[in-house]
């Protein structure tokens, strides 16, 4: 039996941590023990514990509680409690999911305890070190032994990063393996999607007709820290709103909120805009399904843009999801107001766009766990 630790820490990791352990209940819980960890790093119920609740996901079974703080305070936080955890819990291994710092926290405390790491949207790269988010990714992904990207971009930047792209077992540290996986979070898209209609009347509460909005959503420390950034945002979708006559739905993420309590043209700044609070998983998932387009920074609701087939507007100067602009239906617009309106006039009402099968088949969470359980059969082992 493999005791697993499926770490998790912010609201998008608890979304694709239930994709594994929905995989681990339905073929594997002969095979694998697992024991699903919460740093604590989102406390606010409204923004964690709903989604356990609401899509049934197992709650945790230890949750850290290290709550917010600076950077490197949180992060120190989250390995002194993780390193006490792994010691008493003895784990065979630990899978971290994407770049935050609960991702870089456990990577490092499993490590340095010899646990071998799997890290989940491995090869994502903005090439942008500025962002806390792409220095986690890159210190995690050289860590880690099993890694397994969601886009064969992300496999070639692991490869030209000096990951051997298809080496010989036993596979551990010194010799990781790379995967080109899919996306778990296309798994989740596919089965929470016919829930989600059962969200529906939000539309009729916001009043607004399924394909004739704008969904937004503003989180990045980035955008909502920099007054001048988030003013140019808010202007932009206001142009579309108060300019263009296209509803544009915002749920305010508790950051971006604090921000603007703090200043002066708050009204202002929202006129025409339909704010609600932090949306659930599934009333997050009805939006996208029933938008025209998507504005965001988050790099969850670009590629979930994608899924659902809407064009993306980026609020950000690069993207570790190239393929999407590649394609041509998203667009980086950083924190330009004009690039934003711009944006909004190229995408709204096409249909000619085109949204091909980048992350997979739907069934990327039984992928990872066979090869989870090959490396430690006897031809794939660690030692």
Not at 32 to 50: A, K, N
Not at 109 to 115: Q, S
Not at 151 to 173: C, K, M, Q, W
Not at 283 to 300: F, H, N, V
Request: with cysteine; proline share 6%.
């Amino acid at each position: 039996m493999i005791r697993l630790v499926n770490l998790v820490g912010a609201r998008p990791q608890i979304i694709k941590a239930s994709a594994v352990s929905r995989a681990l209940k339905d073929q594997y819980a002969s095979h694998v023990l697992e024991r699903v960890v919460h740093t604590g790093q989102h406390y606010d119920p409204g923004m964690s514990q709903v989604f356990f609740d609401e899509l049934g996901i197992q709650p945790p079974h230890i949750n850290l509680g290290v709550g917010s703080g600076p950077h490197g305070r949180q992060t120190a936080w989250m390995l002194e409690r993780l390193e006490e955890l792994f010691s008493r819990e003895h784990p065979d291994v630990v899978v971290v999911y994407g770049d935050t710092n609960s991702t870089l926290a456990g990577a490092l405390a499993a490590v340095k305890m010899h646990i071998p790491v799997i890290h989940i949207e491995a090869g994502m790269r903005s090439f942008d070190k500025n962002m806390p988010e792409e220095v986690n990714r890159i210190m995690t992904d050289h860590v880690s032994t099993l890694l397994f990207s969601p886009t064969e971009a992300g496999f070639r930047n692991l490869v030209r990063e000096g990951f051997a792209p298809d080496p010989s077992p036993p596979y551990h540290i010194n010799n990781p393996r790379i995967f080109h996986s899919g996306d778990i979070m296309y798994d989740n898209s596919l089965y929470f999607g016919e829930r989600a209609e059962s969200k529906r009347s939000l539309l009729t509460q916001l009043e607004v007709e399924e394909g004739r909005f704008v969904l937004s959503t503003i989180h990045r420390d980035s955008n909502t820290d920099d007054p001048e950034r988030l003013r140019s945002i808010l202007r932009g979708l206001r142009n579309i709103a108060l300019g263009e006559g296209i509803p544009v739905v915002l749920p305010l993420h508790p950051r971006t909120l604090h921000v603007l309590e703090q200043m002066n043209e708050k009204e202002e700044l929202l006129e025409g805009l339909k704010i609600l609070p932090p949306v659930s998983f599934l009333e997050m998932i009805l939006l996208e399904k029933t938008a025209a387009l998507i504005i965001t920074d988050s790099g969850g609701v670009q590629k979930e843009s994608h899924f659902f087939r809407k064009p993306c507007l980026v609020l950000r100067p690069h993207t570790e999801w190239i393929e999407l602009v590649e394609n041509g239906t998203a667009l980086l617009v950083d924190a330009d107001e004009n690039r934003i309106l711009e944006g909004f006039r190229r995408f709204f009402g096409r249909e000619d766009l085109t949204f091909p099968a980048f992350y997979g088949d739907g069934k990327t969470a039984y992928f990872m766990i066979d090869r989870i359980l090959e490396l430690f059969s006897n031809d794939h082992g660690t030692s």
